[in-house]
C-alpha cells in the first residue's frame, strides 16, 4: 500500500507541470536565444519587442527602423489580435491539406522506435548516430522539407498528416489559442507563440503514435521542451526512453552569455531538460558542455559517442586551390572583409555555404564568391574559413584544416583577423 501511495504521489507531481507550462517555458528558452541573436549585432531585443530571428531580418536597415518603431503596437496586436486570427488561417490551411488525402488520421502501431524530423540537420546526424533507420521511424512535418536526407536512409516516413485529424487540429488551434493566451500574460515572450498550432499539432501525433524510445536532434528548443514533457508525463513504471542526439558544436561561453539575459540570469538556459535517458554527443568535452549546461537529468545517462560522416562532392574543373567559408549572419561582414584582402594576395577559388537556417541575401550572392546554395551539398575544398562551426570538426575529420575566427568580431578588429588568414593560408599553400 506504501508502496502504490508512493507510486500515486510521482505521478501527481509529474502531472503538476503542465502542457501550457511546458509551451510558456519553450517560449521563454527561444526567447533566450534570440536576445543572444540581438547581441551579435549590438543590439537589445527589448527594444524590438521580442521579435523571433533577429538574423533572418535585422540586417535589412529599413526593415529594422520600420520594427524599432512600431514594435510595441506589433506586439500589442499580436498579443490580442493577430496570433488567433494566424492559428486560425493555419489551422485551415491544415484541414485543406487532408482534403483530397488518401489517409489521415490513421492508427499506425507498433512504432517502437521515432525519430523527430523537424530539420534537414536532424535526419543528417539520425543517420550517423543512429545507424541507417533500421527499424525507426521518423515524423515529418509539413512546413519542413527533408526528403533528400531521407533518400539514403532506411528511416520508415509517417507525414504528420498520415497522422492528425480534422479533430486533432481542433483541439491543437483551442490549445494554441490558450496557451498564446497564458504565455503572452509576459509580453516579452509573446510573439515566440507563433509556433503554437504546429506545436500542439505535433505534440496530438506522437500521443497517438506513443512510440516507446523517441528521439530529437534538438537540444533545448520548442520541440526539446515538448518531448520532455511527454517524457515527464509517462507513467512510472512506462517502457520508454528519451534521446538527444547532438546535431551542432555547443559552447560553455553561450551558456555564459546567456546568464546576461532576462530569464537566463544567474542560470544560462532557463529550462534545461531533465527526462533524457540517452545523450549522443561528439566527444567527452561536448557532452560534458551539455551535461552542465542544458540537462538537468532526473536519471542515470547513458552516454554514447558518434561521428559525423560527410560525403564531399568534387566541385568545379579550376586547377585552382578551393578555399570555402563557412557562412552564419552574425559575421558576414567579417568574412565579406577577409574574402576581399585574401582575394588582393591569392588566386584561389573562394565559396560561400551560408548557415542552414537563414535564407540567401542578396548582398551575400553579388559578393563575388561562388554561393553553395544547396544545404546536403558540401563540396571537396583545400581549406576553411569558419566561425567555430560543427563543419570544422566534419571536415577536420576528412582531413581539411580549418582558420576559425570570431563569431562577433567588432569591426576594428577585421583587419587583424584577415591579416592572420593571409598569414595562415600562405603558411599552409605557399
Not at 524510445?213 to 513504471?237: C, P, S
Not at 545523450?279 to 558542455?289: D, G, H, R, S, T
Not at 538537468?296 to 558518434?306: G, M, Q
Not at 552564419?328 to 537556417?357: A, G, N, R
Request: proline share 3%; glycine share 4%; charged share 25%.
Amino acid at each position: 500500500m506504501n508502496s502504490n501511495m508512493s507510486d500515486s504521489r510521482k505521478i501527481k507531481l509529474q502531472n503538476s507541470f503542465g502542457i501550457f507550462d511546458a509551451f510558456k517555458m519553450a517560449c521563454i528558452n527561444q526567447y533566450s536565444f534570440d536576445a543572444l541573436g540581438y547581441s551579435n549585432f549590438n543590439e537589445n531585443i527589448e527594444k524590438f519587442s521580442g521579435l523571433p530571428r533577429p538574423a533572418k531580418w535585422l540586417r535589412n536597415k529599413k526593415i529594422k527602423t520600420l520594427i524599432e518603431k512600431f514594435s510595441n503596437i506589433l506586439n500589442f496586436a499580436w498579443t490580442f489580435c493577430f496570433a488567433y486570427v494566424y492559428f486560425f488561417i493555419i489551422a485551415l490551411r491544415f484541414i485543406f491539406s487532408l482534403k483530397g488525402r488518401s489517409r489521415y488520421g490513421i492508427n499506425i502501431k507498433n512504432v517502437d522506435n521515432l525519430v523527430l524530423g523537424v530539420a534537414p540537420r536532424s535526419v543528417f546526424v539520425f543517420k550517423s548516430a543512429l545507424g541507417r533507420g533500421d527499424n525507426k521511424y521518423c515524423l515529418t512535418l509539413p512546413w519542413v522539407n527533408v526528403s533528400k536526407e531521407l533518400e539514403n536512409s532506411k528511416f520508415i516516413e509517417i507525414k504528420l498528416l498520415d497522422v492528425v485529424d480534422k479533430k486533432d487540429i481542433f483541439k491543437a488551434l483551442c490549445r494554441a489559442c490558450k496557451a498564446h493566451a497564458i504565455a503572452s500574460s509576459d509580453r516579452n515572450i509573446s510573439f515566440q507563440t507563433y509556433i503554437g498550432i504546429n506545436w500542439f499539432i505535433v505534440y496530438f501525433a506522437i500521443q497517438k503514435l506513443d512510440p516507446k524510445k523517441i528521439f530529437t536532434a534538438e537540444h533545448h528548443d520548442r520541440w526539446a521542451v515538448l518531448l520532455d514533457f511527454i517524457a515527464e508525463n509517462k507513467k512510472v513504471g512506462d517502457d520508454f526512453s528519451f534521446s538527444i542526439v547532438q546535431h551542432g558544436l555547443e559552447h560553455e561561453s553561450t551558456y555564459l552569455e546567456m546568464q546576461k539575459t532576462h530569464y537566463g540570469t544567474g542560470v544560462g538556459l532557463p529550462y534545461k531538460i531533465k527526462n533524457v535517458d540517452v545523450v549522443y554527443a561528439y566527444n567527452e568535452a561536448q557532452l560534458e558542455i551539455i551535461k552542465n549546461n542544458i540537462l538537468n537529468s532526473r536519471k542515470e545517462l547513458s552516454e554514447k559517442y558518434f561521428k559525423v560522416k560527410l560525403f564531399l562532392h568534387d566541385i568545379g574543373t579550376s586547377q585552382k586551390k578551393k578555399v570555402m567559408f563557412v557562412g552564419h549572419p552574425f559575421c558576414y561582414e567579417l568574412q565579406f572583409f577577409i574574402y576581399l584582402q585574401l582575394s588582393k594576395v591569392f588566386d584561389f577559388d573562394f565559396y560561400y555555404k551560408p548557415h542552414p537556417t537563414t535564407e540567401i541575401s542578396d548582398c551575400i550572392k553579388k559578393a563575388g564568391w561562388h554561393v553553395i546554395d544547396e544545404k546536403d551539398f558540401f563540396p571537396k575544398v583545400d581549406f576553411l574559413i569558419s566561425y567555430p562551426s560543427t563543419l570544422v570538426i566534419e571536415y577536420k575529420e576528412l582531413g581539411i584544416n580549418s582558420f576559425i575566427h570570431s563569431l562577433n568580431e567588432e569591426n576594428s578588429g577585421f583587419p587583424l583577423v584577415a591579416e592572420k588568414a593571409i598569414d595562415f593560408l600562405g603558411s599552409n599553400f605557399i
